[in-house]
């Protein structure tokens, strides 16, 4: 079993950047593919990124690609997501989620673990 803690939202203007972390419980992290999701107001979650329990493979939603590099250190037990270019359509809550597998599905559905999400918002 694995909890997940985000951190690293916050405000930031258009054309910006953030980095967020999600730190995982557990002695088995690297164990576990890890995904970045996402849900704005009166939107559905949808999938951003996600990174095999190796690291070795990394996917990406189209909307995100070349602006979001998703990244893990599995001596800390953290996953990141580095988001440059930031636009005000990037707001949304962001979700971090774990799955006993190697490669990360892109659906939320398969995904047995989240944490509680960290808000991000980009200003124009």
């Known amino acids: 079993q694995v909890q997940l803690v985000e951190s690293g939202g916050g405000l930031v203007q258009a054309g910006g950047s953030l980095r967020l972390s999600c730190a995982a419980s557990?002695?088995?992290?690297?164990?576990?593919?890890m995904g970045w999701f996402r849900q704005a107001p009166g939107k559905e979650r949808e999938f951003v990124a996600g990174i095999s329990k190796s690291g070795g493979s990394k996917y990406y939603a189209d909307s995100v690609k070349g602006r979001f590099t998703v990244s893990r250190e599995n001596a800390k037990n953290t996953v990141y997501l580095q988001m440059n270019s930031l636009k005000p359509e990037d707001t949304a809550v962001y979700y971090c989620?774990?799955?006993?597998?190697?490669?990360?599905?892109?659906?939320?559905?398969?995904?047995?673990?989240w944490g509680q999400g960290t808000q991000v918002t980009v200003s124009s």
């Open positions: 557990g002695r088995t992290f690297s164990s576990y593919a």
């Open positions: 989620a774990a799955e006993l597998r190697s490669l990360p599905p892109m659906v939320d559905y398969m995904y047995g673990y």
